[in-house]
Nanobody
């Protein structure tokens, strides 16, 4: 059974950091691209970042460029989202998703994703 499970969310003060993890199971090693998405209360889900199968291609939403870094370790079947300089507007439920259909450059689109996790909550507040 293909699945992804997020972890690492929590409460952090503005300016702080968190690292989210996305553990994949049931997939062929490196056989999928990963996307991170988030949904804040009362807002639509938005793409945050994506990484290609090999990790050579990444993309970021303008709102997180320079603050967030996506990475993956195919040997551990895990992807990460390092979030620095967090702002209250980063508060949201963060979702990891995997796609089997994208090769080459990653695509930061929910429509391209096949498998979704249940999310992990991030709250940035003093």
């Amino acid at each position: 059974q293909l699945q992804v499970v997020e972890s690492g969310g929590g409460l952090v003060q503005p300016g702080g950091s968190l690292r989210l993890s996305c553990a994949a199971s049931g997939f062929t090693s490196g056989g999928y691209a990963i996307g991170w998405f988030r949904q804040a209360p009362g807002k639509e889900r938005e793409g945050v970042s994506c990484i290609s199968r090999s990790g050579s291609s990444t993309d970021y939403a303008d709102s997180v460029k320079g603050r967030f870094t996506i990475s993956r370790d195919n040997a551990k079947s895990t992807a990460y989202l390092q979030m620095n300089s967090l702002k209250p507007e980063d508060t949201a439920v963060y979702y990891c998703a995997a796609t089997l259909r994208v090769y080459g450059r990653c695509v930061l689109s929910a429509l391209a994703m096949d498998i979704w996790g249940k999310g992990t909550e991030v709250t940035v507040s003093s």
